[in-house]
């Protein structure tokens, strides 16, 4: 058990994005749940390796274009049948090939935005602090470094096993992450 509240966890940096992937992977066989990866560029198979599940941001994106589509559609049959109805030649009020483009259009505008916004939020974006930014060294995460924390309120998380099982990666640094 966390012995001591203000420990955030313990972050260890390797050279390769190899002995990453080793770390996250050994580390969730062992039983840590609780732990993120920070790496200068996309890792394959990291989110998998830290017990990451598949994001909901694709239906988010899918459920606001279906409401910017059917809101764009409802808007121009609102406005050309009950709002302001005019016959001109003999058309039909409700002429939906008339009412494609803005569909289409409102339906592009409402997947973006629920994409750009979800991404966000599920992101916990922006996030001015957090505390590993006072890792030492870890300015070179968006360099040429990669870290792996384990948080201290992993149920796993003893302070001298925990460095004891990292210390098998062969790190070249692990330390104490304060809050």
């Known amino acids: 058990m966390k012995t001591n509240n203000s420990i955030y966890g313990l972050i260890a940096e390797f050279e390769t994005h190899g002995q990453l992937l080793e770390a996250a992977n050994s580390a969730r066989e062992e039983g840590y749940c609780r732990m993120d990866g920070f790496t200068p560029f996309p890792v394959e198979g990291l989110p998998q390796a830290l017990g990451r599940g598949r994001t909901k941001i694709p239906l988010i994106v899918l459920l606001g274009g279906i409401c910017g589509g059917l809101g764009g559609y409802f808007m121009e049959w609102y406005a050309n049948v009950v709002s302001y109805?005019?016959?001109?030649?003999?058309?039909?009020?409700?002429?939906?090939?008339?009412?494609?483009?803005?569909?289409?259009?409102?339906?592009?505008?409402?997947?973006?935005?629920?994409?750009?916004?979800?991404?966000?939020?599920?992101?916990?974006?922006?996030?001015?602090y957090h505390p590993v930014f006072n890792a030492p060294h870890f300015e070179r995460a968006s360099i040429d470094r990669f870290f792996l924390c384990i948080e201290s309120i992993d149920p796993k998380f003893e302070p001298v096993a925990t460095r004891a099982f990292l210390e098998k990666f062969e790190a070249i640094n692990i330390s104490e992450v304060t809050k």
């Open 85 to 128: 109805p005019i016959n001109i030649g003999g058309r039909p009020l409700n002429s939906w090939p008339m009412f494609i483009p803005i569909t289409f259009e409102l339906t592009v505008l409402g997947a973006a935005l629920s994409a750009f916004f979800s991404a966000l939020l599920l992101n916990k974006l922006p996030q001015p």
